[in-house]
Structures are given as C-alpha cells and as structure tokens.
C-alpha cells in the first residue's frame, strides 16, 4: 500500500541519540502538523508512565491513535520523538533568568516572579523532568545534548545579568557567566529535589529564598526613589 508523506522522507536509521540530532522538517499540511502533535503528546505519555527504557513505539502510536507505521512519516526512533518532546516541555518552561528590567521596574520583583514562575512549570513537568535525570545517567549523547542546551540558558541568562550590571543595579565584580551557571543550576536542583525527589519544602518558602540567594549573589541594589 502506498502513502503519500507531506513530510521529506529519510533512510532509517540505527537508534541513539547521536542519530537522532538532525530532526527532519515540520509537516507543511494542518492535518501533518496534528498528527505529529498528536504523536508528540502521546509519547510523553508513554514516557512518564513506562519510563524511557520500557517506553515502545507501538504504545506511543497506541496512545496516540494511529497505525504503528504512520510514525514512522514523523520520527525515525524513540530517541527522535523523546527529543521532540523535550522541545515542546523546553518551550514551556526555560531555566529561571534575570529579565531585561526597563527603567523604574523592580529587579527583585522581576527574579521573584521568574522563580515562581520556573518552580510552578516544573511541578507540571516533575514526571519528565525526572525521567530526564534517567535517560541522561544512561546515555552519554543526551548527556551531552543537555548539558549544551543548558548551556544556552546559561548564555541568555548571563546576558541579563549584564544588563544588570550596565544600570548600575548588580555588582560589577559579578562573573555573569559564572554567577548565571551557578544561580540557574541552584534553582534548578531545588525544584528536583522538591517535586522528583519528593522533599516537603513549602513553595513560598521556597521562592522567596531563592530570591534573596540571588540577589545577595548578584550583589543587587536598588536606588532609592
């Protein structure tokens, strides 16, 4: 039986994270784009509930109510599809930073509600968050994708700090890069061991701790009005 893709088809190829580091191009059709939205969907799914390693294709196509060979029009592996999962859980929620801060705004309020903000995402993530610490731990590619894709947080973040810097409101003896690293890696170790690990640690407590950590790090200092 033949099926016409309105996606550019591929060779298969073996599975592993390294291969799976090019993801092919959106569909151009509606009917494409729900059909791999619905695969995408369905794949965390599986993922949270059987884990990465028992996680199967013919679940995921299951789930997502489509036959088993369709998939195979939107994703090469399960590596591929777990990776376009990501994307989708990283659009939602980005590694807590020190926004751009117009003239007159408060800086302390800006990295309180980013906090907030940061911590209540990952509760609604906890269940993919947590099983990113298994497939890191096992594969050295993903590894290695996270740790880069962290590292652009870093970037972006480091970048407000310096913009902090420049209006005189964070210390200028700071290394953003650094402080940037050590700030987002702290935030996002509390929301682990708080919604993956199960620690107890009231939210507010939680909020306003990182807060006061981060501006004490950065040195922040707000002119009087």
Do not use: C
């Not at 592993?16 to 059709?29: D, I, K, V, Y």
């Not at 592996?77 to 408060?106: C, Y």
């Amino acid at each position: 039986m033949s099926m016409t893709s309105d996606v550019s088809p591929r060779p298969r190829r073996s599975a592993g994270f390294a291969e799976a580091a090019s993801p092919r191009e959106l569909p151009t059709t509606p009917r494409g784009l729900r059909t791999r939205a619905r695969l995408v969907e369905a794949a965390r799914v599986v993922f949270e509930r059987d884990g990465f390693l028992d996680a199967r294709l013919v679940d995921i196509t299951g789930e997502a109510g489509i036959s088993a060979g369709s998939f195979y029009t939107y994703f090469d592996s399960k590596e591929e599809v777990f990776l376009a999962v990501l994307t989708e859980v990283e659009h939602e929620m980005l590694h807590p930073d020190v926004r751009n801060v117009p003239q007159g705004d408060d800086p302390i309020e800006s990295i309180r509600a980013s906090n907030r903000g940061y911590l209540e995402s990952y509760e609604r993530f906890a269940r993919f968050m947590g099983l990113l610490e298994q497939v890191a731990s096992i594969d050295d590619d993903f590894r290695e994708r996270r740790r880069k894709r962290g590292e652009a947080f870093v970037q972006r973040n480091a970048r407000s700090i310096r913009q902090l810097q420049e209006k005189g409101i964070a210390g200028s003896d700071v290394d953003a890069f650094l402080a940037a690293s050590f700030l987002s890696g702290m935030v996002a170790r509390a929301a682990y061991a708080r919604f993956v690990l199960g620690e107890t640690w009231d939210i507010d407590a939680m909020v306003e701790t990182l807060t006061q950590l981060w501006v004490d790090a950065l040195k922040i200092s707000v002119p009087s009005s």
